[in-house]
């Protein structure tokens, strides 16, 4: 019989987190050490990261804080090296690292704006996906989780750049799951609601969070740590027969 405790367990194993310093890439990475896992972390602010840090080397977690940007292909090429010679392997990734930076109306989106937001959420989540999946494939094992959203799915206004770039995560999740099953390498997304996070509040705050409060059937949004155990579940051997699929975290929004 399989003890799901132990499939659980991330002991001995490495996972990295990006988008880190905080919100849910923070709460995620603490749930990875707190199974077990070594962990590395990356974010733009190097602050966070050693707030971060601190915090996990308290408990006892084994931790890697590597600052940087996920939309420089050149830093995330560099950083995963490190990673893999420090700690002789990479069993999980989890990109975490996101923006969404303009609530405007989609006639009113600049150049400048769309391609910043899919330069992060996009390109640095494939930055991250190829040079991760390099590490796996040659040990013929890992899983990465790809953090998306309910609006890779689900219309909202305001918010095309980003919609468009979670899509984009979610077909590209599809994409390496078929390409990369035989070869041990697990791909899937995690897609949250709302949850009370730096990168929400102002929207939360807003005469807009009634409506997605009203609209969310446990009738609250999420708090961040609530995200952990779906992250640690697909990063782990419990989750060994699920690729390329989509885990919607969002207390029934979609539901409706």
């Not at 009113?108 to 391609?115: A, L, N, R």
């Not at 890779?152 to 305001?158: I, L």
């Not at 609250?220 to 699920?242: C, H, K, T």
């Amino acid at each position: 019989m399989t003890d799901v405790n132990t499939e659980l367990r991330l002991d001995g194993r490495t996972a990295w987190v990006t988008g880190a310093g905080k919100g849910l890439g923070r709460a995620i990475a603490v749930a990875l050490s707190q199974a077990g896992a070594t962990v590395a972390v990356t974010a733009r602010t190097a602050a966070d990261l050693e707030s971060l840090a601190a915090e996990l080397a308290g408990h006892g977690g084994k931790v890697l804080a590597l600052p940087g940007s996920v939309a420089d292909s050149a830093v995330v090429r560099e950083t995963a090296e490190r990673i893999t010679d420090t700690t002789g392997r990479l069993d999980a990734l989890v990109n975490c690292a996101g923006i969404s930076p303009h609530f405007t109306r989609s006639e009113q989106v600049t150049d400048q704006d769309w391609q910043q937001v899919l330069d992060v959420n996009l390109q640095g989540t494939f930055y991250c996906c190829r040079e991760a999946g390099k590490a796996m494939l040659a040990q013929r094992s890992g899983s990465i989780v790809n953090v998306s959203s309910v609006h890779a799915s689900t219309g909202f206004e305001r918010i095309a750049a980003y919609a468009a770039s979670k899509g984009g995560v979610e077909a590209l999740t599809r994409t390496l799951a078929v390409e990369w099953a035989d070869r041990g390498v697990r791909v899937n997304s995690l897609a949250p609601g709302y949850f009370h996070t730096d990168l929400s509040s102002g929207l939360l705050d807003s005469r807009w969070g009634e409506r997605i409060v009203g609209g969310t059937p446990l009738g609250r949004v999420g708090d961040a740590g609530e995200l952990g155990g779906a992250a640690v579940f697909l990063a782990s051997d419990a989750s060994r027969f699920v690729t390329g699929t989509t885990l919607t975290v969002d207390g029934g929004w979609t539901a409706w």
